[in-house]
Structure formats: C-alpha cells, structure tokens
C-alpha cells in the first residue's frame, strides 16, 4: 500500500490555472476501478471532499476544480485561482487490495 | 447539520490500547459506511479502516491489521476504533469520516475535528 505520488508543491498566481497530479499504478489508480478522489485541506482543518468518480463534483464544489484521469495519472486541475484556494490537496483511490490509499499531498501556494 | 463527534484521544504507552468513539448526528448513520483515516503530525493523510453501514464488512490498512478493530452500534449512531499494541508510529490526529454509500467507496462527504493519539513512554 504505497502512498501515490504527487508533488510535494505547486504554486500559480491568481486568475491562473494549475494542474495536480496523483500518480499510481494498474493496481489502484491505474485499475479498472473509477475510485479517485481529490481531498482539499487548510491548516488546522479536516480535509473536504473536492472531486470524486474521477471527474465528479460533490454539490456546492466549485466548478473551478475539475478531475481528469489518463493510465495511472490522475490530475486535479484548479481554474482562475484565489487566495482561498491556497491549502494542501490529497488524491486518494481505492486498491485492488480492497483498501484506500492516499497521495503524500500537495501544498499550493498562490503567489 | 452532520456532525461527527470523536473521543478517547490521549496520551498511551507503546504497547498499550486505546478505543476511540465517533458520535454521529443529524443523518441515517445506519445507511452509510464510515470509515477512520488519520494523519501524524506534519504529514500526510493515511487510510486506517472502513465498515460497510450495517457493519458485516470491515477493511484494513496493512500497517493496522492484526491490531486495530472497527466496529459500529447503529442503535447508538456510534462508531469505534479499538486500538491494541500501540506503536510510536500510530501518533496522529484521527478522523472519522462519513462515506457517500452503504459500502465504503472511499468517498467522505463529512469529517469530524479529529482526536489526537499519541503513543509514548
């Protein structure tokens, strides 16, 4: 069950788009299953649910964040950024385990 | 509003055990999986286990098997984590999530404030 890799930080100004990656294998992101999801966590917080199927967006998400999953990659992307959207970020998928791993997260930074 | 109340977080030597509670209310806990993830401090998220919504399922991370037990009461609205021979490595803030179905997907649509263990002589 090792962790899925993402980096450890990205950074973009506001009005800009920046893109996340979450990179697995056949056994997890990369598996038959459609189990991906995308976590956003602020300081202090507990994390909230941003995108899950992949693609889909929990009610009252912005549409500013959108999922997207090619072989064992998948990819957060976040639109016209703000300031509010500074925070860590976490991919997650489930496993051909029968288990759920996460990514190592990733700090953004708006400049 | 959802809420989910944590418990039974301290201090614990290694080797000792420890059972969390999650309390949950204002949604039908009895048809949603729930599920324990956990993160030591300054790092990452872990998966720790899930149970299906009426319990005859449960799941594990590798790091906890053999030592941790999920379990639930749906009269009570109540979700546990029995926590037997204690590592050092086991300090963290635990959470306990709501999943978005009956079966765990892995979905949490609600978190509580987190509980922080933390094992050490």
């Known amino acids: 069950q090792s962790a899925l890799t993402q980096p450890a930080s990205v950074s973009g100004s506001p009005g800009q788009s920046i893109t996340i990656s979450c990179t697995g294998t056949s056994s997890d992101v990369g598996g038959r299953y459609h189990y991906v999801s995308w976590y956003q966590q602020h300081p202090g917080k507990a994390p909230k649910l941003l995108i899950y199927?992949?693609?889909y967006r929990p009610s009252g998400v912005s549409n500013r964040f959108s999922g997207s999953k090619s072989g064992s990659t998948a990819s957060l992307t976040i639109s016209g950024l703000q300031s509010e959207d500074e925070a860590d970020y976490y991919c997650s998928s489930y496993t051909a385990s029968t288990t759920w791993v996460f990514g190592g997260g990733t700090q953004l930074t708006v400049l | 509003e959802v809420q989910l109340l944590e418990s039974g977080g301290g201090l614990v030597q290694p080797g000792g055990s420890l059972r969390l509670s999650c309390a949950a209310s204002a949604f039908t806990f009895s048809t949603y999986a729930m599920s324990w993830v956990r993160q030591a401090p300054g790092k990452g998220l872990e998966w720790v286990s899930s149970?299906?919504?009426?319990?005859?399922?449960?799941y594990y991370a590798d790091s906890v098997k053999g030592r941790f037990t999920i379990s639930r009461d749906n009269s009570k609205n109540t979700l546990y984590l029995q926590m037997n021979s204690l590592r050092a490595e086991d300090t963290a803030v635990y959470y306990c999530?709501?999943?978005?179905?009956?079966?765990?997907?892995?979905?949490?649509?609600?978190w509580g404030q987190g509980t922080l263990v933390t094992v050490s002589s």
């Open positions: 999530a709501q999943d978005r179905s009956r079966g765990p997907t892995g979905y949490f649509d609600y």
């Open positions: 149970i299906s919504a009426f319990g005859d399922n449960t």
């Open positions: 199927d992949v693609t």
